[in-house]
């Protein structure tokens, strides 16, 4: 697959959405220059790539791997207008104000991704069916009807379905009351990245992938050091999210930033006959209102892509392998019991990947380094699809010194992970003998900073998984 990388991994071992990915353009050798260098090839470096050259900056992306090798390339595919967590919980966190800023900012990053598609023609097979929030048990329909009020209040698009509006739908029985989100909806993960690579390829970008970056120069001009060359620019770009492991990342970054790992199976495709069977006529992708959610969506070729839900954490952040077969057989096992209706029908592949969390589920995005030359976005909760995407413009903010709907995110003091208490917590349920590891339920606590200013960033956060 990468000419000159024995040792990188192939697209399709990635994950099935990557499978026929172009070959990987050179590694970088010697030494190079631009305005913005830019460290990861996912949707935040791309996006952040176009934005750049947009504004008339040159770039330099370094890709360790290929552009779509980390969550972009492994992701489900649902575009939501999801900022970190639900609604409620938000609201119960930050309060209304800094909400409606929240929600206003995932709006305009789901404008983009449809502009991004629509402007450079991507043919990645988004359907702009929404996603419903979904109950599986009456005992969730209070989380659904606190989501739809609260999405009233902030004047978000959406319906609540109850159980004749979901079977009218022709939504699978499974799910028994909803919130519609019309703003977003499915899309091939794979071709999308792909798309926003050639974009930005097109648009006079540098790109060279089988290039991992091993060290940061921290300077006036920072570098960014490659085995076998280095970039150096005026800005430099952290766009490695939960895949940044091998780096050594700055001391702030380090410590805001978990690791998790997410694990989701696709069928063999449908027939006509069984895609009836399940209803399913509008293709909503449906995620549930479990407070680690199950996701599921129709492929483009109408396979049933589903997971998440079942999430590990390594231990100290630790490695670990993409796939846990532990985690398969429960996945499956949901499978069955959603679409019970198509209980014959085979999975097909199952893979994973890593997302990157903070204590306050939010984004965390800024600048930082001894001369404030260093800029990141990361840490998106499982949510980047919208949010990654819209990188590119609050990097572009960043770097031009303005204020912009990022603000919110930047503008916000944030909360570095409390090591040991996560680290007794994780060796309570593992899933990985050889590596104690957090299963569900996950729940950490983190006092407020000191001195941190204002009462809506006072935590303990909690997050349990319900079943
Ligand atoms: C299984 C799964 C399901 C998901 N489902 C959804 C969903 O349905 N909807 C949604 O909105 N979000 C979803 N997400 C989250 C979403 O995919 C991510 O938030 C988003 O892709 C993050 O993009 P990114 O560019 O920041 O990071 P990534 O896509 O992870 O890219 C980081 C890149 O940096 C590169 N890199 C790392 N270190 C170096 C280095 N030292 N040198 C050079 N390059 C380096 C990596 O190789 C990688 O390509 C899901 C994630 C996973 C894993």
């Known amino acids: 697959m990468i000419a000159g990388a024995a040792e990188t991994a192939t ?39 176009l934005a750049m050259r947009g504004r008339g900056a040159s770039v330099v992306l370094l890709e ?20 970190g967590k639900d609604l409620p919980t938000l609201t119960r966190l930050f309060g209304r104000e800094r909400v409606r800023s929240l929600v206003a900012l995932v709006e305009l990053a789901i404008d983009e991704v449809e502009r991004l598609i629509s402007t450079h023609s991507i043919q990645c097979h988004y359907e702009a069916v929404g ?32 159980e004749n509006a979901m079977r009218e739908r022709g939504l699978p029985a499974a799910f028994v009351r909803g919130y519609h989100e019309q703003h977003g909806g499915i899309l091939h993960p794979g071709a ?33 050091i490659t085995a076998a060359g280095s970039a150096r620019g005026r800005a430099l770009v952290l766009a490695t999210n939960a895949y940044a492991l091998d780096l050594e990342l700055p001391a702030p970054l380090r410590s805001r930033l978990l ?23 509008g293709r909503e992708g449906i995620y549930t209102a479990h407070e680690i959610l199950e996701s599921w ?35 499956e096992g949901l499978l069955r019991k959603r679409f019970p209706e198509i209980a014959e029908v085979a999975v097909d592949t199952v893979w994973g990947g890593r997302i990157g969390l903070t204590l306050d589920f939010l984004p965390t995005v800024g600048r930082t380094g001894a001369h404030r030359s260093i800029y990141y ?31 919110t995110l930047w503008g916000r003091r944030t909360v570095p992970l409390p090591p040991s208490r996560c680290a ?31 009462s809506d960033w006072k935590l303990p956060l909690r997050c349990r998984s319900r079943r």
């Open 11 to 49: 697209a399709s071992a990635v994950s099935p959405w990557m499978s026929g990915a172009p070959r990987a353009a050179t590694s970088l050798q010697g030494d190079v220059e631009a305005d913005v260098v830019i460290v990861g090839g996912g949707y935040t470096g791309l996006s952040t790539a």
């Open 64 to 83: 360790g791997q290929f552009c779509g090798f980390g969550a972009s390339g492994r992701n489900a595919g649902h575009l939501t207008p999801t900022i």
């Open 131 to 162: 996603n419903v929030v979904a109950a599986v048990h009456p005992r969730q329909f209070a989380a659904i009807d606190r989501a739809s009020a609260t999405a009233r209040e902030l004047g978000l698009p959406g319906t609540l379905l109850d």
């Open 192 to 224: 999308y990245v792909q798309g926003l690579r050639q974009a930005a390829v097109d648009a006079g970008a540098a790109i060279y992938e089988a290039s991992p970056v091993l060290r940061l120069e921290d300077a006036a001009r920072p570098r960014a």
């Open 259 to 281: 690791p998790i790992y997410v694990q989701l199976l696709q069928t063999a495709p449908l027939s006509a006959e069984q895609l009836a069977r399940i209803g399913w006529r």
């Open 297 to 331: 969506r129709l492929s483009h070729d109408d396979r049933i892509v589903g997971g998440s839900k079942h999430i590990r954490y390594g231990y100290g952040g630790g490695l670990l392998p993409d796939r846990d077969g532990r985690v398969t057989v429960k996945l």
């Open 377 to 407: 976005s990361m840490a998106y909760a499982g949510h980047g699809l919208a949010m990654a995407s819209y990188a590119g413009t609050m990097i572009a903010d960043l770097i031009a010194g303005r204020s912009g709907p990022g603000q």
């Open 424 to 454: 007794a917590l994780s060796s309570a349920r593992s899933t990985d003998s050889s590596k104690p590891s957090i299963a569900v339920p996950i729940r950490c606590s983190a006092a407020s900073p000191a001195g941190s200013a204002g």
